[in-house]
């Protein structure tokens, strides 16, 4: 299952504010119906104890192991660590770190940001892998062994070194050490874009394979690793891909630090050739902006001492600074953005004929069917973030009157002119007025409904503003029948103001939904592009059908907050301010 930890700072946004809008800026809007809606929310708060259990803060986490041995004597590991954490007895993957070659004591770039709860156990497993270029992601990799802890053990220690236990529990030469840094308040990312020229030569056959790290030096004179570059092969002049940091991350948000920067001549075997290094701050870094350039020498101590005309051992030049304001979930609800939220339904004939109670549809008079349970506690979440309450509601694989041809995105309602039914309550019972009227059928194709919503989506993306951003809540029962389309569409969704989130109905092999949810490395489309951004979740419904529908809620919705705020950041687009969403508003009493 995709990290759904990540939202953890995002929880008490979605329901909270849900409240609070509806306390604060609606008052006038009450009912009876409210009244029960509120109780829903209080009730759902309640069990998620957003009340008593706020996030104290987020940290940072940097990890490095020492003495790896690998199984295959002949050549180095190429580790990759996973970070997961345990939630209801199961240990649920957060992250994992860029892949290292031929590296028996690897220091990661790739920093874990988590939220630190202080009166929770919050679990923690890091597993090194070795990624061998010649297998398949990482199910085919080597686990080279694992070590369990707490965030709170992390945090008191500020650094935590432990032996990588392998799974005979045995402790092998290997450790990981994991180093915690509290965030401060700065959320805000900058942009770097370096090149270089006339670099040293290094290598006898061919010409250097630059790469460039990046240090920041800490109060203690210690130095931290803050980003590595890729590998540019057989090149003195290279340039580097353009990558984001947080300018926490970067300098602490000391514009004055020192940042000790090194540059690299890679080698397969893993002891790369020293070229030079240099030193900056990022009050320097600031002037690479408006098409300026800022460059620095790249100097070799040795060098310099030993060689009479010694000038430098290359330029390295930073082409573009950019910093990126970082807003919030809450910033762009309060500028007016709206969540259009929309549903599909399985009507595979795999679910059962709904006449029948063993039926996954089947219709009881006083229990609700899992898709119930499902959309009822996930839509009554979305909905207060959608001004009209209308939602779209489509089915896919079955046969639809009048002439029953199989259809993938019928309008449940079956008005394909106008698909929206008033509220979560209108969408249960489109659902329940239309079984009857359907025949089951098959296969289960769900590209066609994600193309759907694409379309939708792909025509506020022209309009620069954050004002709509969808949601598309999938319910089925099986494996879906084209995997290709739907990663295809899934792929090109990654560009849009778009979320997905599917759940499993059902107790089937659900195997090919985690590949959608990213579990297994990053997805691609069948040509090979990968996703721009994580925008799908997948949940079994099966691993809460004991739980409450908060709890559901809370593990499907987690991630949507930080999921918005990553496409309008990355976009540049920034939100409203309040006063001008309410300016720009019509009330309609």
């Not at 940097?62 to 190429?78: E, F, M, N, Q, Y």
């Not at 602490?252 to 075997?269: A, F, P, Q």
């Not at 239309?434 to 098959?442: M, R, S, T, V």
């Not at 950041?569 to 006063?579: A, L, R, Y």
Request: glycine share 6%; aromatic share 10%; charged share 25%.
């Amino acid at each position: 299952m995709e990290n759904w930890v990540k939202g953890f700072a995002a929880k008490p946004i979605i329901l909270s504010f849900a409240l609070m809008k509806k306390l604060l800026l609606f008052p006038y809007h009450f009912s009876i119906s409210d009244k029960n809606m509120n109780d829903i929310y209080e009730s759902a708060a309640t069990s998620l104890g957003l009340f008593s259990s706020p996030c104290l803060t987020k940290v940072e986490l940097r990890v490095a192991c020492k003495g790896i041995s690998d199984r295959d004597a002949l050549s180095k590991p190429d580790p990759c660590v996973v970070l997961k954490m345990q939630s209801h007895g199961q240990w649920l993957e957060v992250d994992r770190t860029e892949v290292l070659r031929s590296s028996i004591n690897p220091t990661f770039s790739k920093v874990f940001t988590l939220d630190y709860y202080f009166e929770e156990v919050q679990r923690l497993r890091y597993e090194l892998y070795d990624i061998s270029s010649s297998h398949n992601g990482m199910r085919e990799a080597d686990c080279l062994g694992a070590m369990e802890c707490t965030l709170g053990q992390i945090v008191s220690q500020r650094k935590l070194s432990k032996a990588l236990l392998k799974q005979s529990s045995t402790g092998g030469k290997s450790t990981i050490t994991i180093t915690a840094e509290e965030l401060t308040g700065n959320d805000d990312y900058v942009e770097l874009s370096f090149s270089a020229r006339k670099l040293d030569d290094k290598d006898f056959f061919s010409k250097s394979d630059p790469f460039l790290e990046i240090y920041r030096v800490n109060d203690d004179a210690t130095q931290q690793l803050v980003y590595r570059t890729e590998t540019v092969m057989n090149n003195l002049n290279p340039v580097w891909k353009t990558f984001k940091t947080s300018l926490n991350c970067l300098c602490s948000g000391d514009h004055e630090r020192m940042l000790k920067c090194t540059v690299w001549d890679w080698d397969s075997n893993g002891k790369h050739d020293y070229i030079g290094e240099f030193e900056a701050t990022f009050k320097e870094m600031r002037g690479a902006t408006d098409g300026k350039q800022v460059q620095w020498e790249c100097i070799n101590p040795k060098y310099k001492v030993k060689k009479k005309n010694y000038r430098n051992s290359g330029i390295v030049i930073l082409n573009q600074c950019k910093v990126i304001k970082m807003h919030s979930f809450l910033d762009y609800i309060m500028g007016g953005c709206q969540i259009q939220f929309t549903v599909a339904i399985d009507f595979t004939a795999s679910n059962g004929d709904p006449r029948n109670s063993c039926s996954l549809h089947y219709i009881h008079p006083y229990q609700p069917n899992e898709y119930l349970k499902a959309l009822v506690a996930v839509g009554e979440i979305c909905q207060d973030y959608d001004s009209d309450k209308m939602f779209p509601a489509f089915g896919f694989g079955a046969r639809i009157p009048p002439d029953f041809k199989v259809s993938h995105d019928f309008a449940v309602n079956f008005n394909e002119d106008n698909p929206e039914c008033a509220g979560i309550q209108g969408v249960v019972e489109a659902y329940q007025n239309c079984l009857p009227k359907i025949q089951l059928y098959g296969p289960t194709n769900i590209a066609p409904i994600i193309q759907k919503v694409a379309n939708s989506a792909s025509e506020e993306v022209h309009t620069r503003e954050a004002m709509q951003y969808f949601i598309l809540l999938i319910l089925t029962d099986g494996v879906i029948t084209d995997m290709a389309d739907t990663r295809e569409a899934i792929v090109q969704a990654s560009h849009l103001p778009m979320s997905i989130i599917i759940v499993g109905v059902g107790n089937a092999d659900f195997t090919d939904m985690q590949t959608l949810d990213g579990d297994d490395g990053i997805l691609r489309s069948p040509k090979g592009e990968p996703v721009l951004r994580d925008i799908v979740q997948f949940v079994p419904f099966r691993n809460f059908k004991h739980a409450s529908p908060a709890a559901l809620a809370k593990s499907v919705l987690a991630e949507v907050p930080n999921q918005v705020v990553d496409y309008y950041n990355s976009k540049g687009i920034k939100p409203k301010c309040p006063s001008e969403y309410e300016a720009s508003r019509t009330f309609g009493h």
